[in-house]
């Protein structure tokens, strides 16, 4: 329970709720999810209720209240992506590593999001690991890809 | 990474005169006729390792000891981002593209050491299959008129004197010395800019009335959301030119009498985000932005706000209730945000693209900018061009240009030259539409008229393979996973739209499902608060009036004719056209596929996932879909 970590990202916008976003998302960072004592200590530090933090922390897509794996993908199914079979990329991903959208494996290595668009349109299909992008993907790509993180 | 290291040079530019004797200084330091490797640094380059380009090129000519007499810079996006890593060598203007980092040293010993070109790593056109060398001789650049996008590959956004050098910051500081704030506000006026993301508003009008609004303080804000899936020209503006925003967002400020502003990017962009933090340091550090701008009265503080993955907080009230700490529940506009906006404050929300043209027109005048485009959509729009097209990439061109212009003569016509089927415009909001639409000039009402919009400037080219139905289905989808929820109609209707093209796409579907989707897609164009809800239908609705026999294939023959839907598809060997290559067996991701060498093969319908990609590797168009 590391309230200190929690109470020091607060400090840094000030204890101004305004920032609840960004505040969760750096608390996100720091310990990879959303745990709930943070949720909690971040509610009481900026005064304002529980349930407001929790609808900030559910309405967002980024935010994860479950712990995640070691190395998180991001697959891209914006437009320009899905046209270029990036349902066939997701469907590799899930012959190599057992897991669909939203799903982690069961030792914790990888964490599969599925996201709206990367920004990357013209290397459809684009998947991320960590922060790296990995343009032009291919099915065939794929079991390359992920070994390079295991 | 950054190569240029910057000297800690104490730069505090007390006044314009300041500014301008700086930039004279690091004009002449430059000259025009040295060798400069530049290397984009966008973020569709690096993920083809465009930085590990850039390392070993300053390794190699630092190991010969060229590195005095040669520049590197690493540049923002030059928007062609499918030929990425691009390396441009100036001042010559010659364009490597798909550079690997094993390439560096023949490029160097090539164009630097000699007066020579590496030709195979040079563009071919796909059409003439000639290569060309200089940059703006490939008809992707060429056919195009960039003036928001012009600086990208000639500056660092990390290194403000870049900008500086390119004449950045001139027109804030005309601005504060030579003009009053209603002066500003009219010639944006009269330049007739629209607002980029898509809404078309006029910018004068907006900042006209926020000027005119009681209250301190006034914010300043820039709408860096990006939502619409296939769009990244903000991203690129963002990244690579963040001054451009920063000049135009600091003159906004000063024509409607604000102080302070956020910028509101989506946190799918780190290196925007980055890229904008570097460029407000800097100004700062420089005296362009925070206390008393170039020695005068005028203040004015910029923050960035990340989003957090919600399509919907491109809608203004929405993005404004996220920077306020709060889900980004969009409100009804009876009292407009120029009035009460953020925090209750008067408020100007402008899309990246939008700020980007304010320094030009303060620069260049009003009617430079109106001479441009149509008489109503004046300007230049920039359109991410994506999909199956041959050239994808950024595409800036006057407004008024047709949809056949954009797509076949810069962007080169379909990919694999299949046949063109439709192009998606306008995101999400958006419509798709056929070939019989092509000749539309592209600018704010026309393609509005034909049941799509321009939107943001998404343009996704689809060819035959690609189906309708599925189509509007991916988008109805995105659209339910994104309605906040608020309006009953847009809540409840989106999904019951979702379930109704889930259902006609996997073979379920009836012709009476089609006349009961039309009829939900109305209601809730009619009956939903905010922008999202209001168009979530025209993909739906778009598809139906210009594609409804593909609708009727679906339902009546159970039928993909796209050979798209895999639930209605079956792929299969055309005996006779089969020549037994063996090409499609190594291209099954499940080895669904066997025959002998030279006789025909067969497909294990049990084993066979649909993927396509027997298809896509066929070169004897064997493979057939039933």
């Known amino acids: 329970m590391n309230l200190k970590k929690v109470d020091q990202i607060i400090d840094k916008y000030g204890g101004e709720k305004s920032w609840l976003v960004m505040i969760l998302q750096d608390i996100q960072q720091e310990f990879g999810y959303l745990p709930p004592f943070a949720l909690e200590r971040a509610a009481s530090k900026l005064g304002i209720s529980p349930s407001q933090v929790y609808n900030v922390a559910t309405f967002y897509s980024s935010f994860s209240l479950t712990e995640r794996g070691r190395h998180l993908i991001r697959i891209c199914d914006g437009t320009a992506c899905h046209l270029r079979g990036s349902v066939n990329i997701r469907g590799e991903l899930k012959r190599q590593l057992g897991i669909g959208a939203g799903q982690t494996t069961s030792d914790k290595e990888f964490t599969l999001e599925e996201v709206a668009c990367l920004g990357a349109c013209a290397l459809a299909p684009v998947m991320t690991i960590d922060s790296e992008y990995h343009g032009s993907m291919t099915i065939y790509k794929v079991k390359a890809k992920l070994d390079q993180y295991k | ?164 050098a390119v004449g950045g910051y001139a027109s804030l500081a005309k601005v504060l010395t030579r003009m009053q704030s209603d002066e500003i506000v009219e010639l944006v006026g009269k330049s007739g800019l629209r607002g980029r993301g898509g809404g078309g508003f006029p910018t004068g009008h907006k900042w006209r009335a926020c000027r005119e609004a009681a209250g301190y303080p006034k914010y300043v804000l820039c709408n860096g959301d990006e939502g619409d899936p296939g769009a990244f020209m903000d991203r690129s503006i963002m990244e690579g030119n963040p001054h451009s925003v920063l000049e135009g967002m600091a003159i906004g400020a000063y024509a409607i009498g604000s102080d302070r502003g956020y910028i509101y990017v989506r946190h799918e962009y780190p290196l925007a985000v980055e890229n904008l933090v570097i460029a407000i340091r800097q100004a700062e550090e420089y005296g362009l932005l925070g206390n008393n701008i170039l020695g005068t009265d005028f203040s004015f503080k910029v923050r960035i706000s990340r989003g957090a993955g919600a399509f919907v907080c491109g809608e203004s009230t929405a993005l404004m209730a996220s920077i306020e700490g709060f889900s980004g529940e969009p409100r009804a506009k009876h009292i407009h945000t120029s009035e009460k906006g953020v925090f209750g404050q ?61 797509i076949f003569d810069i962007g080169g016509g379909v990919a694999a030259n299949r046949s063109f089927k439709a192009v998606q415009t306008g995101g999400p909001s958006g ?196």
Request: hydrophobic share 35%; with cysteine.
């Open chain 2, 431 to 626: 419509g798709c539409l056929p070939e019989d639409q092509l000749d539309l000039p592209v600018d704010f009402d026309r393609l509005t008229e034909a049941g799509s919009m321009m939107g943001s400037g998404g343009m996704i080219v689809m060819d035959d393979r690609t189906c309708m139905v599925e189509v509007a289905r991916y988008f109805t989808h995105f659209l339910s996973k994104e309605s906040c929820g608020k309006c009953t109609a847009c809540r409840e209707g989106l999904l019951r739209m979702y379930e109704l093209l889930d259902g006609i796409t996997s073979g379920r579907g009836t012709i009476e499902q089609i006349e009961l989707l039309e009829e939900v897609g109305l209601y809730v164009r009619d009956n939903s608060l905010c922008g999202l809800g209001k168009t979530a239908a025209n993909p739906t609705l778009s598809t139906l009036k210009y594609f409804r026999d593909e609708y009727r294939a679906h339902v009546v023959d159970k039928k993909c004719p796209a050979g798209v839907c895999k639930e209605l598809t079956t792929f299969d060997i055309d005996v006779k056209m089969c020549t037994g290559c063996g090409k499609c067996v190594k291209s099954c991701p499940v080895e669904a596929i066997t025959g002998k060498k030279k006789a025909p093969h067969s497909i294990s319908q049990d084993k066979c996932i649909k993927c396509g990609m027997c298809r896509e590797t066929c070169p004897f168009n064997a493979v057939i879909t039933l």
């Open chain 2, 346 to 406: 008067p408020t100007t929300l402008n899309n990246v693209e939008t700020w980007a043209n304010v320094p030009l027109i303060i620069d260049k005048g009003w009617e430079w900018f109106a001479n441009m485009g149509t008489k109503t959509s004046t300007g230049t729009k920039v359109f991410s061009l994506v999909g199956k097209v041959k050239n994808t990439g950024l595409v800036e061109v006057p407004m008024g240009i047709t949809l056949r212009h954009i």
């Open chain 2, 1 to 164: 990474m950054r190569l240029q290291v910057r000297k800690e040079n104490l730069v505090k530019l007390a006044s314009p005169e300041q500014l301008e004797r700086y930039r004279n200084k690091l004009q002449a330091a430059r000259r025009q006729d040295k060798p400069c490797i530049t290397i984009c640094g966008g973020t569709g380059c690096r993920a083809g390792r465009g930085l590990d380009v850039a390392r070993v090129f300053r390794d190699i000519l630092k190991k010969k000891q060229f590195d005095r007499r040669v520049d590197i810079q690493i540049t923002g996006c030059h928007g062609f981002c499918e030929r990425g890593p691009l390396v441009v060598i100036q001042p010559k203007g010659i364009l490597y593209v798909s550079v690997t980092p094993d390439d560096v040293q023949e490029i160097v010993a090539a164009s630097i050491e000699h007066d020579e070109v590496v030709e195979r790593l040079t563009y071919k056109d796909p059409g003439t299959k000639r290569r060309i060398f200089h940059e703006m001789e490939i008809p992707f650049y060429a056919n195009q008129q960039r003036i928001v996008l012009a600086n990208n590959g000639k500056l660092d956004p990390a290194n403000i004197d870049d900008y500086i």
